[in-house]
């Protein structure tokens, strides 16, 4: 069920009203804080990581250099084109993953902020026959089928990280128009029209994952969300996405300059 092309309140992205330098300078903190968040929350640990799309050029994306998310600072961040080649001349370390971000974006226009994670409680969902399926309210995003990117399928043995654009590319395709892309023996991918929906997209469905296991773990028959409720929900949510964004800066980042 695509539910990306709502235009309820929440969807304009942090640019919205501003001049350019000034959009520019709050998207960047606001990748910061980003990091910082996820790595808070427990969806980020030592890898990971998080990008947006370039708040006055779509053609680009912004990611920090290849750090731990909860070290990140306004100066790691670097700025790359759609096909994952690092701009203006920065010869920094780059996450290798970085292909994920360039390639969803070079597919999806709409999205403007991509998680990668490797949370424990979402990767047995794409090693088992056993869907992720929307159980919270709060995961609402999670409805219809939640694909599941398989390497094997396209590329054969490998070490299972997307190393270059032909790999990203395959990813972006099983992501399709959906929120959530489960990657088999790897972790997952969420998307967002800014970064506020993509980090509580990460979050949320890091947790509807450990409450569907202790659902399932009871013995009994799971009722899951109906495709109305995930609906009806996620128009809820986007109008109050702002509440949790604001307290987890206020947790977990430090006044930025």
């Known amino acids: 069920m695509n539910l990306d092309h709502d235009t309820s309140p929440g969807g304009a992205g942090p640019s919205r009203g501003m001049s ?36 006055d050029r779509p053609d680009r994306y912004l990611m920090s250099r290849a ?43 709409d999205v403007r902020a991509v998680v990668h994670s490797h949370a424990p409680a979402v990767v047995p969902f794409a090693a088992s026959s056993v869907p992720l399926a929307p159980i919270s309210h709060m995961a609402s995003f ?18 299972l990280l997307i190393r270059d654009n032909d790999q990203g590319a395959r990813l ?16 997952f991918c969420a998307v967002g029209r800014d ?21 399932i773990g009871l013995g009994g028959a799971v009722k ?11 128009r809820t949510n986007r109008q109050v996405m702002g509440r949790p964004w604001a307290l987890w800066k206020s947790k977990f980042v430090a006044a930025l300059d």
């Open 195 to 215: 970064l506020p929906e993509a980090v509580f997209r990460a979050h949320y469905t890091q947790q509807n994952a450990d409450l569907q296991h202790r659902a």
């Open 20 to 55: 350019p330098a000034a959009s520019a300078g709050t998207v960047s903190n606001d990748l910061v804080a980003a990091n910082r968040i996820l790595a808070g929350l427990g969806v980020l640990d030592g890898f990971g990581h998080v990008s947006v799309r370039h708040p």
């Open 142 to 159: 999670l409805g219809g089928d939640v694909p599941v990117f398989e390497m094997r399928e396209h590329f054969g043995m490998t070490d």
């Open 67 to 109: 750090c731990p998310p909860e070290h990140v600072e306004a100066g790691d961040i670097m700025a790359f084109d759609l096909d994952s080649a690092p701009l203006d001349g920065d010869l920094r370390t780059p996450y290798l993953e970085r292909f994920i971000h360039g390639r969803i974006y070079a597919s999806r226009p």
């Open 172 to 187: 972006a395709e099983a992501v399709a128009d959906g929120a959530v892309v489960l990657m088999r023996g790897h972790g």
């Open 224 to 234: 899951y969300l109906s495709p109305c409720e995930c609906e009806l929900a996620t």
